[in-house]
């Protein structure tokens, strides 16, 4: 209030001695008063009235800024831990795909090993039946290389003997020549 009287007065002694230099930006006395209560009661209203609402929606607006953030924060912890198990996973994944590899490589070593052995056992066993068909061959082949010479002896020693040697003695001699034959 001092500062308003002094104002006043400071307005009237200028507006005295000038002409009105002051007091043309000060407003006259009664309207800086009424000017002062109507801001005053303005800003009882809003303080009473809308500074509650506009704290409320201040706070309204922090509480669900807050809760965007811890949701933000929890969506980072879960976006973390799936990261973490994706990896986990993975990495599994990988040995288990490592694994099947080494098995696979594994069975087939072991299928080739098999393969070969079989493959080799069953040459033996062919090499095996081909010597005892060439033992037979030759055995057979033998045995009608002797009918034949025996044959061919017999002709041959009757022609020079001139007479027919009966079974028993075509034999006997059929086998005293094999026998110098393999002397031989």
């Given amino acids: 209030m001092q500062f308003l009287n002094a104002l006043m007065v400071l307005a009237t002694e200028e ?3 000038s002409g009105g230099g002051l007091s043309l930006v000060l407003p006259h006395p009664e309207e800086l008063i009424a000017g002062i209560l109507a801001f005053l009661i303005v800003f009882f209203f809003v303080w009473r009235k809308a500074l509650p609402t506009i704290n409320k929606t201040l706070e309204a ?18 976006a973390e831990s ?5 990896r986990a ?16 490589r594994t069975a087939g ?5 098999d393969v070969v052995a079989r493959a080799e056992e069953e040459a033996a066993q062919i090499l095996d039946k081909a010597r005892e068909e060439a033992g037979n061959e030759k055995t057979r082949a033998l045995a009608e290389a002797r009918r034949e010479v025996g044959q ?9 003997v001139g007479e027919s040697l009966d079974d028993k003695m075509q034999q006997d001699l059929i086998d005293r020549y094999l026998a110098d034959l393999e002397r031989l």
Avoid: F, H, P, W
């Avoid at 040995?95 to 098995?103: H, K, M, V």
């Fill in 15 to 17: 507006g005295g001695e």
């Fill in 89 to 104: 996973q993975l990495a599994e994944a990988k040995s288990e795909g490592n694994r099947i590899i080494e098995e696979a």
């Fill in 82 to 86: 799936l990261l973490t198990d994706y």
């Fill in 61 to 78: 607006r922090q509480q669900a800024i807050s809760g965007q953030l811890s949701e933000a924060e929890e969506s980072k912890r879960e």
């Fill in 109 to 113: 070593e072991q299928l080739k090993a």
């Fill in 152 to 160: 061919i002896s017999v002709g041959l020693a009757e022609k020079i």
